[in-house]
């Protein structure tokens, strides 16, 4: 599992990302639109209602660089579409698809809540 604080991401992207879902690079970079770049790489399972992103990927969860830092897309798309995201709780894929970025299987918990969560899943797995 990675972490918030191993992706480089505790702060969220803030309000810039959220209300215009664009970007201008500044320094003669090119203006980008964030929801063109990440739904670029999602891909809809029919089936299981996953978002499942097709680009770079780091231990199966998919990541992202802007403005030189690494973000968890999972984490970006929670933050860019879900008015309750929270920086500080880890998200949960409930689908337990981590390449999935779909935030309706995504589940906000508490560090403590996650790690709990996932000694009952390996329980589960190992009976």
Known sequence: MVSNQDAGHSQNLGLVYRSQWSYNGGMGRKKWNLKDRIFKYVKLDP??????????????????????????????VYELLREDFDPELDQHHDCLNHSCVNPDHIIQLTNSEHQKLHKLLKMRIAA
């Not at 996953?50 to 897309?73: A, E, H, S």
């Open 47 to 76: 089936e299981t209602g996953c978002w499942n992103w097709t680009g770079y990927k780091d231990q199966g969860y998919g990541c992202i660089y802007i403005d030189f830092k690494r973000f968890l897309v999972h984490r970006v």
